[in-house]
């Protein structure tokens, strides 16, 4: 499972990019769930989805501007993690590692961006945005991994396709 430097950085691309896709679509699924559980006298009505969807959009764009320092901070350290695993043939191995280093970089990177905004502590939008940029990069950096992988070893072994999604079958 070795990789090349290009791969990698393919692949660091790719689950940037995948976690600032999902980031929207989890926030809005976080602040309405929030608004299912409030206590309130008023009910969340209709047009509070629209506020949570527009709330959810300027979060993710802001989301997006925070995400590049935080992906120039952690690409290296992510690197050589993956360096570190490298030789474990096992997809299981990749996938968790990734995840768990999906979960770290979510969670920490949007903690560093609220903390560097002055929002600290576990306010009203402290707990939707961490919980929502760990868990969409928790899901993009193994999808990620996967995808990069796949089309590395399908690149080394002669073939060309621009969706790879399944490793070829090993020569026993």
Do not use: Q, Y
């Amino acid at each position: 499972m070795a990789f090349t430097k290009e791969e990698f950085i393919n692949g660091a691309l790719l689950a940037w990019g995948l976690t600032l896709l999902l980031l929207p679509v989890l926030l809005f699924a976080v602040l309405s769930i929030g608004c299912a559980t409030e206590v309130s006298s008023v009910p969340c009505s209709i047009s509070d989805v629209s506020s949570r969807l527009i709330g959810a959009i300027a979060l993710s764009l802001a989301g997006a501007v925070a995400s590049v320092p935080a992906f120039f901070l952690f690409v290296l350290p992510a690197h050589a993690l993956n360096r570190t695993w490298e030789r474990s043939a096992h997809p299981a191995v990749h996938i968790t590692v990734n995840a768990v280093l999906g979960l770290a970089v979510g969670a920490t990177g949007s903690f560093g961006a609220l903390f560097a905004l002055g929002i600290v502590g576990l306010s009203a939008l402290a707990v939707p945005v961490v919980l929502s940029s760990a868990v969409a990069a928790t899901i993009a950096f193994p999808l990620a991994w996967r995808f990069t992988a796949a089309r590395a070893l399908n690149a080394d072994r002669g073939i060309a396709a621009p969706c790879a999604w399944r490793f070829p079958r090993s020569a026993s």
